[in-house]
C-alpha cells in the first residue's frame, strides 16, 4: 500500500488560518447588507404593493363599489387594516434590528398580490359567492400570518 505524507510549512498554516479569519470577518457583513436590502427594498415592495389597493379604495372601496356585495364591506375593511398590519409587522422588524426573512417578505408579498388579483376583477361580473369565498380566505391567510408575527 502506498501512502502519501502531506507537509505544510509552518508560514503555509499561518496564511491559510489568516486567510479563513480574514473570510470570517467578511461574512459577518453579509447579515447586516442583507438586513439593509431587505429592511429598505423589501419594505418597498410590500408599501408599493398596498398603495396600489389603496389608491382604488382599498378592497373595502372595491366592495362598496360592488352593488352584490355592498353589505360585505367590512369583510373589506378588515382585509385593508390586516394587510397594513402585516407591513408595520415587517417594518417593525427592520426597526427592533430583528431582519425579516425572505419567506416573511414573499408571503405578505404574495397576499397583497392575491389581494390585487381579486381586485382587479370586475365584482358585478362574478358570482358573489366566488368572491366572498376568495376574499374569506384571503382574510384567513393574513390573519395566520398575522397571529405569527410578534405583536
Request: hydrophobic share 40%.
Amino acid at each position: 500500500m502506498i501512502t502519501a505524507q502531506y507537509k505544510t510549512r509552518p508560514g503555509k498554516k499561518f496564511t491559510f488560518i489568516i486567510f479563513f479569519l480574514i473570510s470570517g470577518l467578511f461574512f459577518v457583513q453579509i447579515p447586516k447588507a442583507y438586513s439593509a436590502d431587505i429592511c429598505i427594498e423589501g419594505l418597498k415592495d410590500l408599501q408599493s404593493g398596498q398603495e396600489v389597493i389603496q389608491s382604488k379604495g382599498g378592497i373595502w372601496g372595491y366592495l362598496e363599489q360592488s352593488s352584490n356585495l355592498k353589505d360585505q364591506s367590512i369583510l373589506g375593511l378588515q382585509i385593508d387594516g390586516k394587510l397594513q398590519r402585516l407591513i408595520v409587522s415587517f417594518e417593525n422588524l427592520c426597526e427592533e434590528g430583528k431582519t425579516p426573512t425572505p419567506k416573511l417578505h414573499s408571503l405578505i408579498l404574495n397576499l397583497i398580490g392575491d389581494a390585487r388579483v381579486i381586485f382587479n376583477k370586475d365584482a358585478d361580473r362574478q358570482p358573489k359567492e366566488k368572491i366572498l369565498e376568495k376574499l374569506n380566505g384571503l382574510n384567513k391567510k393574513i390573519g395566520e400570518l398575522l397571529a405569527q408575527l410578534p405583536s
